[in-house]
Nanobody, 122 residues
């Protein structure tokens, strides 16, 4: 059974930084692409970032390009999302996701985590 467990959320002032982590278990982590999505109250879940199984390819939503960085440590079965220069509109529940390919994880992931709350004060 695949499990994705996020951590690292919290309250931060606008302009600040946070690093989210997502630890995966249940299948061979290094064989799968990983992604991050977010959902703010009253809004649909949206794609944030994705990374290929090897880490050699990444993709970002326009709204976070240049501020957020996705990375992974296959030895630790963990994917990270470094978020810098946070804006109030970045506040949301952030979910990690897993699928076989970069395209698939960015659109229709196989598995989702429960999410971690990010709050940005202005």
């Amino acid at each position: 059974q695949v499990q994705l467990v996020e951590s690292g959320g919290g309250l931060v002032q606008a302009g600040g930084s946070l690093r989210l982590s997502c630890k995966a278990s249940g299948r061979t982590f290094s064989s799968y692409a990983m992604g991050w999505f977010r959902q703010a109250p009253g809004k649909e879940r949206e794609f944030v970032a994705a990374i290929s199984w090897s880490g050699s390819s990444t993709g970002y939503a326009d709204s976070v390009e240049g501020r957020f960085t996705i990375s992974r440590d296959n030895a630790k079965n963990t994917v990270y999302l470094q978020m810098n220069t946070l804006h109030p509109e970045d506040a949301a529940v952030y979910h990690c996701a897993q699928a076989g390919t970069l395209v698939r994880v960015s659109t229709t992931p196989d598995y989702w985590g429960q999410g971690t709350q990010v709050t940005v004060s202005s």
